[in-house]
C-alpha cells in the first residue's frame, strides 16, 4: 500500500495479538477507520493480491479435507482467515498446506467470522460515502481457476497427500 512515496505494510496493518477472529476483526477495522480513502482502497488491493496468492487447487484441497467439504464461497473466508492468521502463517500455508494441520481453528465458526475481511475496505468506504471508489475495488472472491495442480481422487487422495491434517482431523471433520 503506498501513499505519498511511503509504503503503508498490509501485513503490518492486518497483524494482531487478539485471540480470536472476531477480536483481530475489531482491531483491523479501527485501524483502517482511521485511514483515508485511498489508504482503504490500497489495503483492499493488497488483501485481493494476498487471496490471490493463495487462490491455489492444494491449498483449497487441505482446507477441504479439514472441513469435511468446502464451497467457493467458504474458501474465500478461509483464505480470509488466513490472512488473519499474520503474514508468517499465511507464507508457509501457502508454501506447503499441510501447516495447516498445526494451524487450523478448533471452532469452525472462525471462518465464517473471517468471511468479513472481504468486505471491510469496502463497507468503510461506503460509509464515508466514497461509493463510487469502493465499488471500482475488485471482489477477492471472482477469480478464474486456481494456480498449481488439481488434487484429485477422493477422501482416500486427500489423506494420502496431507498426512499431517489426516491425522489431526480424523473422526472430525473429515
Known amino acids: 500500500m503506498r501513499k505519498g512515496g511511503h509504503v503503508l ?3 503490518t496493518v492486518v497483524a494482531s495479538a487478539a485471540a480470536t477472529v472476531d477480536a483481530r476483526l475489531t482491531e483491523l477495522r479501527a485501524r483502517l477507520a482511521a485511514r483515508g480513502a485511498e489508504e482503504l482502497a490500497a489495503f483492499h488491493r493488497e ?3 494476498a487471496h490471490r496468492r493463495a487462490y491455489r487447487w492444494e491449498l483449497w484441497a487441505a482446507f477441504d479435507l479439514v472441513r469435511g467439504g468446502l464451497s467457493d464461497q467458504e474458501f474465500t473466508a478461509a483464505r480470509n482467515w488466513l490472512i488473519l492468521q499474520g503474514q508468517a502463517a499465511f507464507d508457509r500455508a501457502v508454501a506447503d498446506p499441510e501447516t495447516l494441520a498445526e ?3 478448533d471452532d469452525p465458526d472462525d471462518l465464517c ?10 463497507e468503510l ?3 464515508r460515502g466514497a461509493n463510487g471508489l469502493a465499488e471500482s475495488l475488485e471482489s477477492p472472491e471472482l477469480f478464474e481457476d486456481p494456480a498449481g495442480d488439481q488434487v484429485t481422487g477422493g477422501l482416500e487422495q486427500l489423506r494420502t497427500h496431507f498426512p499431517r491434517i489426516a491425522k489431526r482431523y480424523e473422526g472430525s471433520a473429515i
Open 9 to 11: 505494510e498490509f501485513w
Open 47 to 49: 488483501l485481493v493480491a
Open 103 to 105: 494451524l487450523f481453528p
Open 113 to 122: 467470522a473471517a468471511a468479513e475481511l472481504s468486505t471491510l475496505a469496502v
Open 125 to 127: 468506504l461506503t460509509e
